[in-house]
């Protein structure tokens, strides 16, 4: 069976994380900046990439390789047209982070933004020691309500099988498991949302070997 994620539509996936009552789209588009911004870096990998929120943050200057990776090869396409500022400097990839962990590039930073949720720690765990980064910045959503954790929205009903593939995520599991790894946390930061939702940064560095 194939993903839920390659069954919904950008336009709705947009949409509803745009709405006034979730305002995810703009929360992430600030973060990102300051993920970017974040580390002495050249090289970097957005999991779960969608349609390129954040991506117009990018330093050419500054990063001589970016990898756009999703399972949703629409995605890609909408990525790649509407960011042809960044033609030679971003790469997208179509890679199924659960089952082909094994196709990602190397990169000095790792940002997951929304997207652990949905491959689990283990996977997880596989795409940053493929990846091998100095670096990782990911964003976890935080709900006070565990059964409803997709916003109320007109758009609801396309995230209907995202139950399918969704696992309620806890900083303190992130972190334990990233110290499995050899990652450390070195920041927290948390930005509330409509709802009683609240997105939560967590960066880690590789431990010294």
Avoid at 56 to 78: C, M, P, S
Avoid at 146 to 158: G, I
Avoid at 182 to 191: A, K, M, R, V
Avoid at 196 to 204: E, N, P, T, Y
Wanted: charged share 25%; aromatic share 8%.
């Amino acid at each position: 069976m194939s993903n839920p994620w390659e069954e919904i539509s950008l336009d709705d996936y947009e949409k509803h994380m745009s709405l006034d009552s979730v305002r995810q789209l703009q929360a992430l588009d600030s973060i990102m900046n300051e993920q970017f911004a974040a580390y002495p870096v050249e090289t970097a990998a957005v999991l779960g990439v969608a349609g390129g929120n954040g991506l117009e943050h990018i330093d050419t200057d500054k990063f001589r390789r970016i990898y756009g990776v999703d399972i949703n090869a629409d995605y890609l396409g909408a990525v790649s047209q509407r960011y042809t500022q960044l033609s030679g400097v971003l790469e997208c990839l179509h890679i199924d982070l659960i089952n082909e962990a094994e196709k990602l590039p190397q990169a000095q930073l790792l940002i997951a933004n929304l997207l652990i949720e949905y491959i689990g720690y283990e996977a997880f765990q596989r795409a940053v020691l493929q990846t091998a980064p100095e670096y990782v910045s990911c964003v976890i959503q935080i709900n006070s309500d565990a059964e409803q954790w997709v916003s109320e929205s007109p758009y609801l009903r396309a995230f209907d099988r995202l139950d399918e593939v969704h696992h309620q995520m806890e900083e303190k599991a992130l972190t334990a498991a990233m110290n499995e790894i050899g990652y450390s946390l070195i920041l927290q930061e948390s930005c509330s949302l409509p709802n009683g939702k609240a997105l939560v940064r967590l960066d880690f560095k590789k431990n010294e070997v």
